[in-house]
């Protein structure tokens, strides 16, 4: 079936550095998608999202990169610090689904 | 402002007890939702509520659960006659409307024995 899944199940990092977390879906009907942070006995934390209709956006630190062409979307953490680590998820929706199919996740593990 | 809570944080229990588990979402959120997560995947879908009604049951895995939201806000997940494949965290999510962001609760850990 179609799903929405992770390249990367690990990326470990230095303080300071970028981080770029992929993530690959296959359903082209998809028209909304947003990655959250989950921290170890935490809920998910909403970050950042994006509608099929832009390429980028950017918030305070991240930017999510949507290519519709590759069905492939990025979150890029700009100066990871020791608390950006958790389990990052993308989850994708489509018109007219209220409901989030999320991929399995990939753990970031940033050292100081 | 409160996010989304849930309670019990964790229930252990014995194969084939009465669970439920309750989810009070952001106030006036009109969209309520279940997921499970078990240990090393991602929350998959259970139920969506909009409004007091259950607009997608779909995910629900068979007919020992059950959730209602009588009032249009608080939510319960009941489970009956739980099974040991049961055991994972329940959590809950809500949205202002349907298609908006849905911001999730700390979710209940169930362990069934």
């Known amino acids: 079936g179609e799903s929405v899944g992770l390249h990367l199940p690990t990326l470990s990092v230095q303080e300071g550095d970028n981080s770029i977390i992929n993530c690959a879906y296959s359903n082209s009907a998809s028209d909304y998608f947003i990655w959250y942070k989950q921290e170890s006995g935490k809920g998910p934390q909403f970050i950042i999202d994006i509608r099929s209709n832009m390429d980028k956006r950017q918030g305070q630190r991240v930017t999510v990169l949507l290519n519709k062409t590759v069905k492939h979307l990025s979150l890029q953490i700009a100066a990871t610090q020791p608390g950006d680590s958790a389990v990052y998820f993308c989850?994708?929706?489509?018109?007219?689904?209220?409901?989030?199919?999320f991929g399995k996740g990939t753990m970031l593990l940033v050292s100081p | 402002g409160a996010g989304v809570s849930q309670t019990p944080s964790n229930k252990v229990t014995e194969k084939g007890k009465y669970v439920e588990l309750r989810c009070d979402p952001i106030s006036g959120h009109t969209a309520l939702y279940w997921y499970r997560q078990s240990l090393g995947q991602g929350p998959e879908f259970l139920i969506y509520?909009?409004?007091?009604?259950?607009?997608?049951d779909s995910g629900l895995p068979n007919d020992r659960f059950f959730a209602v939201r009588p009032e249009g806000s608080v939510s319960t997940l009941k489970i009956q006659r739980t099974e040991r494949g049961d055991s994972a965290v329940y959590l809950c999510?809500?949205?202002?409307?349907?298609?908006?962001?849905?911001?999730f609760g700390p979710g209940t850990r169930l362990l069934v024995l």
């Open positions: 999510a809500s949205s202002f409307a349907p298609g908006e962001t849905q911001y």
């Open positions: 509520f909009q409004g007091t009604g259950a607009a997608d």
């Open positions: 989850a994708e929706s489509r018109q007219g689904y209220s409901t989030l199919t």
